[in-house]
T-cell receptor, first 109, second 116 residues
């Protein structure tokens, strides 16, 4: 079982819609969770971090964490074509940092 | 530019040769990480430094890989006797009290290695 699992997609949404990206993790002791965005040919860019159960909002982005279900998600409201990228979920159990394989998102104008 | 920098950006080498990459973290970041990323995959953790101490090394990392951070500032990653399977993007990230929490990592542009 992989430490972090994501649906690889691709996920396509129309401009202005809500994009929902999901991630599950295997280590119940994980305490820190992150979402990164990666444009093709570029390095990952931190979008959100979340450490407590519940929702955390930052502009058009909302991260949701449910430790009981070992599930973390990212909602992107009012999706824009510039949001088209691969979104990586990352988890820290212990001293290592595990990334999922990423979900490819395409926002259609 | 105060971000993470990596050199070289691209490296082409022949199988069996040794290569070395350099990473300069964000100023004052005391944590530095190395990752490897292949097409269609997320970054794979390789190793992690806090200041000059190497605190964690992936079990997947073969003995041909070694990393150093001698003065707690820049770091080098060396791959000895390269193999075609080493072809990947090598990413460096740093974290620290400035620009976020200790666990929020900021990535450099990466070094793309091609082994012929």
């Amino acid at each position: 079982q992989k430490e972090v699992e994501q649906n690889s997609g691709p996920l396509s949404v129309p401009e202005g819609a809500i994009a929902s990206l999901n991630c599950t993790y295997s280590d119940r002791g994980s305490q820190s969770f992150f979402w990164y965005r990666q444009y093709s040919g570029k390095s990952p860019e931190l979008i959100m971090s979340i450490y407590s159960n519940g929702d955390k909002e930052d502009g058009r982005f909302t991260a949701q964490l449910n430790k009981a279900s070992q599930y973390v998600s990212l909602l992107i409201r009012d999706s824009q074509p510039s949001d088209s990228a691969t979104y990586l979920c990352a988890v820290i159990p212990g001293n290592q940092f595990y990334f999922g394989t990423g979900t490819s998102l395409t926002v259609i104008p | 530019d105060t971000g993470v920098s990596q050199n070289p950006r691209h490296k082409i080498t022949k199988r069996g040769q040794n290569v070395t990459f350099r990473c300069d973290p964000i100023s004052e970041h005391n944590r530095l990480y190395w990752y490897r990323q292949t097409l269609g995959q997320g970054p794979e953790f390789l190793t992690y430094f806090q200041n000059e101490a190497q605190l964690e090394k992936s079990r997947l990392l073969s003995d041909r890989f070694s990393a150093e951070r001698p003065k707690g500032s820049f770091s080098t990653l060396e791959i000895q006797r390269t193999e075609q399977g080493d072809s990947a993007m090598y990413l460096c990230a740093s974290s620290g009290p400035r620009l976020g929490t200790y666990n929020e990592q900021f990535f450099g542009p990466g070094t793309r290695l091609t082994v012929l």
